[in-house]
């Protein structure tokens, strides 16, 4: 079992900038590879950005966020990061850190991941 607690989040003025963390524990965290997704109410849980098991392997980015948003982690602390810079509006969301340790699947598939964070909130103001 592995549990995972994002943290970082907050109010921002549109053009600034945040940086999510999350830190896992219960597990051997180079068995997993992570992942970040986004959620506003009443919507569905989007993708936003994923990294294999090795820092400086595998990157994906959803468009929305491509040049602006960047994955890392640092498996000698069990962290993975989101820095988010030039936030937007429609960035406001609830971000959620996701484990993903089967080695198949796709990692921008909601079910392609194993646990998930509580999430913590993002509010970028206009």
């Known amino acids: ?11 921002v003025q549109a053009g600034g900038s ?10 051997t965290f ?5 992942g970040w997704f986004r959620q506003d109410p009443g919507k569905e849980r989007d993708f936003i950005a994923a990294i ?5 392997s595998t990157y994906y980015y959803a468009d ?3 040049g602006r948003f960047t994955i890392s982690r640092d498996n000698d602390k069990n962290m993975v990061y989101l820095q988010m810079n030039s936030l937007k509006p429609e960035d406001t969301a ?10 198949t ?3 921008i598939t909601i ?9 913590t909130q993002v509010t970028v103001s206009s």
């Not at 079992?1 to 109010?11: I, P, R």
């Not at 180079?30 to 992570?34: H, K, S």
């Not at 609830?94 to 080695?103: D, E, G, I, L």
């Not at 079910?111 to 999430?119: E, H, P």
């Open 1 to 11: 079992q592995v549990q995972l607690v994002e943290s970082g989040g907050g109010l």
């Open 18 to 27: 945040l940086r999510l963390s999350c830190s896992a524990s219960g597990g």
């Open 30 to 34: 180079t068995d997993y590879a992570m």
């Open 52 to 56: 294999g098991r090795n820092a400086g």
């Open 64 to 66: 929305s966020v491509k």
């Open 94 to 103: 609830v971000y959620y850190c996701a484990a993903k340790a089967r080695r």
């Open 105 to 107: 699947g796709d990692y």
């Open 111 to 119: 079910r392609s991941y194993d646990w998930w964070g509580q999430g």
